[in-house]
């Protein structure tokens, strides 16, 4: 019997170490009718923003030209420097990984004002209070903790030896420079002589992320560099929960002329993400005001066989024109672009405000406003992002986007490393398919490793969250009130 218990539990365990889109295939799984929501999308949306950031961080590892456009000329001496296919418009997307920030701030925007906008139209304003409340106690909990973990993870790492190897080949910025021939240079983790002064200085770095009153974009955190988009989240998520609060009265005509006022402004005051996340709102509440007037319509006609606003051929067309226009512009190079065919022009048009190492940011966020608005509108842009794989993504999406640093700076490096020992990398080919080996080793375990931490912290910590905020609140167990328990967990995701 206690043999057959232990079968049991290792024949668990190992279930469990498999990613969760195999478990079907090992176990039999109950089948459940999966029950798509109408804002599934946005998940997806986030998926993919997610999977392209970690493109971006692989590619620029190993190349100089994914910062700029197709075409772009700053010498004359090199005219066809950039000729990639992938430096295209809309192509370069797959890697652009600086635009798909905007994108998750516009999304967060969306998400995180969409319940409580619902609640302002409804004059519901004690519910309003009560989802605030909620929201403002969940988000540094559910923003910081798995952080707090992956960072854990790369700490215990850097002790057990994981990246005594990685280290040695792209730790020192010119002995990176000497093997690996991208135009960027991620500090590795330091390895410190012992465990506590490894311990006081992850405490340090960990500190740092919760800076959210300095205005600063990059905090160069050595565990995890691209945790800078998590003190801009939850200061943002903040600033934004202030602003529904104090328009909750208003009139709505009053509180959409507001919104837009501080959307333009906050780009002239160097604040584009403030920018991104207000948009987010402005879109959720037009939004609102769409379906209104579509649920007016049925009621003044109750038997018609409609079931979408009817739209014509120029307004769908106006539709997905808008949705190109905006991968057009979440494609504006990173760098050089005031030199790049079709971009020099809207060089000219940034706001002078924005600071200059960041002007890039203006179109991006204006591309994500314009992306996220037009697939609002239209079913048929939605299926891009809400089929089963998008939905797949965007539950691991945050789990992702904390766990592709330790991966493509551990495994990552070595893989394409070893590979080039192989290859040889003295020829573009040699070069190329070392890169790209090294892509088939690190972008599957990037996803195991992923989907393993969705399900074992990420998750966790969704129900933790839950669990405080009910110990807290004396109304949160009052199940007399759908709109208390109605909280999706990938709601409050970044």
Known sequence: MLLGEKKKKLSGFLLALLPSFVHHLVVDVPHKPTRVSPTAWLDGARGWAAFCVFLRHFEFTYHRAGARSYGTVKDPKFPNENRHLLQLPILRLLYSGEAMVAIFFVISGYALSLKALKLIRKSSHDQLMRTLTSSI???????????LVSTLIVFVALRIGIYDGPNAIAGPEDTFRKIFLGWAHDPQPRILPTFWEQARDWTHENLRLFDIFTHKHWPESRYDVH?????????CSMVLFLTIAGLALVRTRVRIITLALLVACSFQADAWELSAFWSGALIAEANLIRQEQKDNRVKVDPFSDEEEEPRTQWSTALTYCGFVLSLFLL????????????????????????RKEERYRFWHCIGAMLMIYTTSLDGLLQTFFNNSLSRYLGNISFALYLMHGFTLKTIGYVSV???????????????????????CVVIPLTIWAADLFWRGVDVPIVKFTRWFEQSLLPYADENSDPLLIEKSPREHQP
């Open 137 to 147: 106690l969940r988000r540094p909990f559910r923003l910081y903790l798995p952080c």
């Open 227 to 235: 945790l800078w988009t998590i003190p801009q989240e939850f200061r």
């Open 331 to 354: 494609s504006y190079p990173f760098q050089e672009a005031e030199f790049a065919p079709g971009y020099s022009t809207l060089s000219k048009l940034i706001p002078s405000g924005l």
């Open 417 to 439: 490393y070893n590979f080039w020992k192989i290859t040889g990398k003295e020829t573009l080919f040699q070069y190329e398919s070392g890169f790209v080996l090294g892509g």
